[in-house]
């Protein structure tokens, strides 16, 4: 899925990045942002695939990222 939104760091479970679309919806990375887009608040575009994992964070859905880039 293509989708537009936010990067932002959670505290949770000693922190992480994650992605709040602009359809509200929360996306987990499952592995680490790339550097490039770890910047709080920026906006980015990116290509996502849902994640059959599970995660302890349970912040939002899990997802693989196959590319993002800021905008």
Not at 8 to 33: A, K
């Amino acid at each position: 899925m293509k989708i537009t939104g936010t990067v932002v760091y959670q505290e949770l479970e000693g922190g992480f990045w994650g992605i709040i679309g602009d359809d509200n919806m929360q996306y987990e990375p499952v592995s680490e942002l790339p550097r490039a887009v770890q910047v709080n608040n920026s906006r980015i575009e990116a290509l996502l695939e849902p994640a059959d994992v599970i995660s302890f964070k349970m912040w939002g859905q899990p997802v693989y990222i196959r590319s993002i880039k800021r905008l």
